[in-house]
Every structure is written in structure tokens, then in C-alpha cells.
């Protein structure tokens, strides 16, 4: 993949996981975990507390290595945490470029500053926006550098309920514009449904298992389809009975 990239810039295959092991110490976090992400596919992961989910994206990522296994992923990565990591010194544009190069890189920084909804915000400072901008922010940096993989780690588990409602719309919108695969852990089982493509659930190490969403947009407002999904994974996630 990565070494393909020379002849083919754009549009490699997706995500390969294979049999992956991470242990830290006796502890065996990733136990022959297999994953495959297709291009542009929008994949969340569900899974309890402790379960691994940030292990495996940080494997993603190439923040860290597999014990065993094989890991592929495309060359072009980017990843938003739960929280910002803006560098507060820096103003919201000078935050957007940072690590970009080419003439073209401030007006590539407005423009995608402008598809999250923030034109005219450039000069502001990290501290003067709202949780939420600060999030389109990470979104506007992850999406700057044209990522064919953005890995996505409870992004929106920090802001309220209706701004997370609002930024389901502005990830929707930017998976047409940039057509990335997407890889995002939640703990929230509606945010799943409103945005995957496919649910992955993670238990004891591995995958265990996989829905593919094909709900339309109607669907996945009310529906008999949805909540027949909804009781689907919680009792995957064994929460069968909660609401
Ligand atoms: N560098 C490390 N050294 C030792 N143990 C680690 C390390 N990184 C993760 N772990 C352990 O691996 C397990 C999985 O952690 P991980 O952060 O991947 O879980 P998670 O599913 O993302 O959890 P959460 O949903 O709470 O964020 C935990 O028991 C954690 O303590």
C-alpha cells in the first residue's frame, strides 16, 4: 500500500487487520483481532470501556505496533481525539497548516475551515471556541492533508447532545466531499446508527460482531429498522433491557 504510493497518489485499498495480537504485559488487549475497512467505508467500532478500541486505533494510526498480526493501512492517515489538541498559542488557521506544505496550503486550510462552517473564524484563538468549533477545527486538520484513512477516537463524546447532532450532519457532508474510509470508536449506540456504514462490536479482543447499516435517511430518524438495530447491539454489547 504505502509503498504503491509513488504510482498511484490517490485512492488506495483500505484496511487490512489480520490475526493482530497487542499484549502489555500478560494483559492480551488485541487477541488475533481481524478488521478489514473498504475504501470509503464509514466503519464504527462499539465496544465496553477497557475493551481495546483505543489499542487498536493507535495500531491504526502507526502510534504503536502489533505484537503479532498484520496491520495494513494507507499511507495518507489522520486521527481526532476526544479532546481538541489544538496548540492554544496558535491561531484556528495557523492550527489547520501546521505540517502542510506547498504555496497552496493556506488557501486549502480555508477551505476546509469553510466546509465545517467556520470561514471567518481563521484569526480566532483555540480558546475562544465553543467545544464543538473546537472539534470542526480537528476535523478541518484531520481533512487538510486529503487522508484516505481518518480514524476517529470518540470524537464527540465531550459536547452536549445537540451540537453531537449537529456535527453528525457535518461528518455525513464531509464523507461525500472527501470520500475517505472512516474508522470511529463510540460508546453511543445511536451515534452508530446515525452515522455507520457498518457496526463492528469488539469484545474480548477480537471483533465479534458486524452489521451492515442500510438504513436511508428516513430510516435513520424512527424507525422499526433502527430500534430493531438498536436492541441488536446492546444485547451484543450486553445491555440487553437498557435504554
Ligand atoms: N501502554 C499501555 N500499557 C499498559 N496497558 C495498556 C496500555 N495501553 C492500553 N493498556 C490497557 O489495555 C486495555 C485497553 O485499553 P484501551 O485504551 O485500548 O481501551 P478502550 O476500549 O479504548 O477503552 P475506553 O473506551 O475506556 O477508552 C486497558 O486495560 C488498558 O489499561
Request: with cysteine; net charge negative.
Amino acid at each position: 500500500m504505502s509503498s504503491t504510493m509513488a504510482t498511484k497518489p490517490r485512492r488506495q485499498t483500505g484496511v487490512v487487520v489480520e490475526q493482530v495480537v497487542r499484549q502489555f504485559g500478560d494483559r492480551v488487549v488485541l487477541d488475533h483481532l481481524d478488521l478489514t475497512i473498504a475504501d470509503e467505508e464509514l466503519v464504527i467500532l462499539l465496544g465496553p470501556s477497557g475493551c481495546g478500541k483505543s489499542t487498536l486505533l493507535r495500531l491504526l494510526a502507526g502510534l504503536d505496533r502489533p505484537d503479532g498480526g498484520r496491520v495494513e493501512v494507507p499511507a495518507r492517515r489522520a486521527i481526532v481525539f476526544q479532546a481538541d489538541r489544538l496548540l492554544p498559542w496558535q491561531r484556528v488557521l495557523r492550527n489547520v497548516t501546521l505540517g502542510l506544505h506547498g504555496a497552496d496550503a493556506e488557501q486549502r486550510a480555508r477551505d476546509v475551515l469553510a466546509e465545517v462552517g467556520l470561514a471567518g473564524r481563521e484569526k480566532a484563538w483555540p480558546k475562544e471556541l465553543s467545544g464543538g468549533e473546537a472539534q470542526r477545527v480537528s476535523l478541518a486538520r484531520a481533512l487538510v492533508s486529503e487522508p484516505e484513512l481518518v480514524l476517529l477516537d470518540e470524537p464527540f463524546a465531550a459536547l452536549d447532545a445537540i451540537t453531537r447532532l449537529r456535527m453528525h450532519d457535518l461528518v455525513r457532508a464531509l464523507r461525500t466531499k472527501h470520500q475517505a474510509a472512516m474508522l470511529l470508536v463510540t460508546h453511543d449506540v445511536d451515534e452508530a446508527i446515525a452515522l455507520a456504514d457498518r457496526i463492528v462490536v469488539m469484545s474480548n479482543g477480537r471483533i465479534g460482531t458486524s452489521h451492515e447499516v442500510h438504513l436511508t435517511a428516513a430510516d435513520r430518524e424512527a424507525s422499526v429498522a433502527r430500534e430493531e438495530l438498536r436492541a441488536r447491539l446492546l444485547e451484543d454489547l450486553g445491555l440487553a433491557g437498557q435504554h
